[in-house]
């Protein structure tokens, strides 16, 4: 069934006088703003139950995931699913990326989640469609949905920015505090230096909205049936490299097309090669350690 645009968001909630700018001032003043009833009722519940499933399915593979993505990102590469569990993290992540096509049992998600993209993009005053493909300069926004699992899932407080640029994040919490979990969940070190406990105030359909330069993270998630899920939409960059244009040429001579046939070969072996470098180097530095 395809969705009209309308549908996603609350239109009432939307069309309020100076609903962008209370958002404005929420961030200037406390970091943060939560919308209240943002998204239609429908549509959120219809986001959920893909979300629950998706995260369900994962468990189950949890053993062949590799670690989730977080930061270089190479234009081009497939939709991804992580689990990772260290000193900084305990998640399951997907990313999904813009250049991919949408599978169906995605699509509530990710509609959601590039609807939102747009809102936001009209509350830091750029052009509604930045990032959602590659920019001059690189950038471009994709999906990502968290799980944190019921048995101590976390993220460790930090901040983000880009190229020392402030970035402001949305999010859209699936699963509650007070419902679905009862300790942890997401906090923020508002502008005042003050903590607090987002999640013990998101509703569902609510979204925040927040200054990823703002300290934030997931508090241990303990007495819990579901985790917390949540979603949202990651600005960034692509990587230098993907955006390098190296490309072979009719007419060139052998020494050329040999140049660049080796270059590639050595790419490929580099994608095999680097994470098995990589994990070796984990292991024994965590042996190491302990
Ligand atoms: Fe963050």
Redesign the pocket.
Known sequence: MKVEFKEILNQEILSQKGFIQDIQKGLTEKGYFIAKDLINKDFYKRVKLDSLKHVDKLEKYKSKLPEPLRGDLRAGIRDLSGYCKNNYWHLYRTCFFPWNRIKNENKTMIELSRRLSKLRNKVIGVDENYGTLIEENGDIAYTSLSYYPPCNGF?KG???STYGKPIV?FKVELTHKGVDYFKGGFFIVDKKGLLIDISAKVKPTDVIFFE?NCI??INPISNSNLGRVALFEIPTSVNSSSRMNLYSNDGWNIVSRMIYKISNKFDKQNKILTPIIIKLTQKIFSFLQF
Do not use: E, I, Q, R
Request: without cysteine.
């Open positions: 993220l930090h901040s983000d994040h990823g934030h993270g």
